[in-house]
């Protein structure tokens, strides 16, 4: 024996385990969906009323989740995730219970205009700015032009802006 110790090489040396990607790219696409409906989504008609771009970007989010669940329980010497996968899928799933709640049964329990005139009422005086720009209230379109051609009533139509 010359006192020399054997050195792992290859095959007896210990794994280092990768980062499972899908697993953190999931939940950030979870946690962009959950946030980016006020600033981005309830902008436009389409995705206001109904989220389904929201649920689009959960669902790619819980894909890239469970692809990463099973990646780090399937193949736990190459990638890691066996702790942590379950609880970011947790939280991302928790956020989705959390949104659709808000936006399903929160959004539901409003409660209605008291102050808002009923059909058939009439509306109380107003000046607005026409599409053109001019201001008009709401007497000089009930006036009549003429005495033989009365005004009969007012379709008031109001465009949401960007808000």
Known sequence: ??????TNTGADAAVKRRPNAPLWIGFLVSVFAFLSYIPIFAKYPSTRDMPWANFL??????V?????????????????????GPILTTLSVAALV????????????????????????KAPDFALADTNGRTVSLAT???????????????LVFYRGYW
């Open 1 to 6: 024996m010359s006192g020399e110790f054997p």
């Open 57 to 62: 970007i959960f669902a790619l989010g819980l």
């Open 64 to 84: 890239l989740l469970f692809l990463g669940l099973r990646r780090a329980f399937t193949q736990p010497t190459l990638y890691r995730g066996k702790i942590a």
């Open 98 to 121: 959390f949104f659709s709640f808000t936006i399903f049964s929160l959004g539901k329990h409003l409660p209605a205009s008291t102050q808002a005139p009923r059909i058939g009422q």
């Open 141 to 155: 379109l009930l006036s009549a032009p003429d005495a033989a051609h009365p005004t009969k009533g007012v379709l």
